[in-house]
Nanobody, 126 residues
Framework: QVQLVESGGGLVQPGGSLRLSCAAS????????VAWFRQAPGKEREGVSC????????YYSDAVKGRFTISRDNANDTVYLQMNNLKPEDTADYYC???????????????????WGQGTQVTVSS
């Protein structure tokens, strides 16, 4: 079965850290561009970060730049999102996505991706 599976979400206090994982079954993730998105209650899904196939260039939204780091572990065929200095406004469901079909302008746009995981919940609260 072809699927993306996110894990690592949970409840953390402001200023804390979490590491999210995105793993694939049925295909090899390290041959694709992979992105992380998030969606807070009542808000639209927004791009957080992506890592490109090939040179593994990375991109971040302004909201998370300097706090979040995306990376690949090719040996385990997993993409990670290390989230540091978490803020209450980071609270959301986080999704990984792949099978990028868009232009460079769409790297952090949901419309650029065709295949999605089910999401993992992140809550930042004291």
């Amino acid at each position: 079965q072809v699927q993306l599976v996110e894990s690592g979400g949970g409840l953390v206090q402001p200023g804390g850290s979490l590491r999210l994982s995105c793993a694939a079954s049925g295909f090899t993730l390290n041959t694709y561009t992979v992105a992380w998105f998030r969606q807070a209650p009542g808000k639209e899904r927004e791009g957080v970060s992506c890592i490109l196939i090939g040179d593994s260039a990375t991109y971040y939204s302004d909201a998370v730049k300097g706090r979040f780091t995306i990376s690949r572990d090719n040996a385990n065929d997993t993409v990670y999102l290390q989230m540091n200095n978490l803020k209450p406004e980071d609270t959301a469901d986080y999704y990984c996505a792949t099978d990028f079909r868009g232009t460079q302008l769409q790297l952090l746009e949901p419309s650029g991706y065709k295949f999605w995981g089910q999401g993992t919940q992140v809550t930042v609260s004291s």
